[in-house]
Nanobody, 122 residues
Framework: QVQLVESGGSLVQPGGSLRLSCAVS????????IGWFRQAPGKEREGVSC????????YYYADSKGRFTISRDNAKNVVYLQLSSLKPEDTAVYYC???????????????WGRGTQVTVSS
């Protein structure tokens, strides 16, 4: 059974940093890409980043490039999303999900975690 569990979200001040984790079970990270998405209140879910299998190519969407870093630990079956220089507009529930290929289109992703809340506020 495929499961994804996010953790690491919390309240942080503007300019601060957080590291989110996505623990995967039921399959190996070596076989499927993992994407991170976020959804703010009243807004559509949007792609944040994605990491592929094989060469581990990374993709960044929205305004995450330069501020967020995605990585993975295949031995632990965990994907991380390092958030830096956080802004109030980064406030959202952050989700990880898996699909057959990286994309910022959430409809292409089949399995989802339940999300972790990130709140950026002073």
């Amino acid at each position: 059974q495929v499961q994804l569990v996010e953790s690491g979200g919390s309240l942080v001040q503007p300019g601060g940093s957080l590291r989110l984790s996505c623990a995967v079970s039921g399959f190996s990270l070596g076989y499927l890409p993992i994407g991170w998405f976020r959804q703010a209140p009243g807004k559509e879910r949007e792609g944040v980043s994605c990491i592929k299998t094989g060469d581990g190519s990374t993709y960044y969407y929205a305004d995450s490039k330069g501020r967020f870093t995605i990585s993975r630990d295949n031995a632990k079956n965990v994907v991380y999303l390092q958030l830096s220089s956080l802004k109030p507009e980064d406030t959202a529930v952050y989700y990880c999900a898996t699909a057959s290929t990286c994309s910022d289109d959430s409809s292409r992703f089949q399995y989802w975690g339940r999300g972790t809340q990130v709140t950026v506020s002073s």
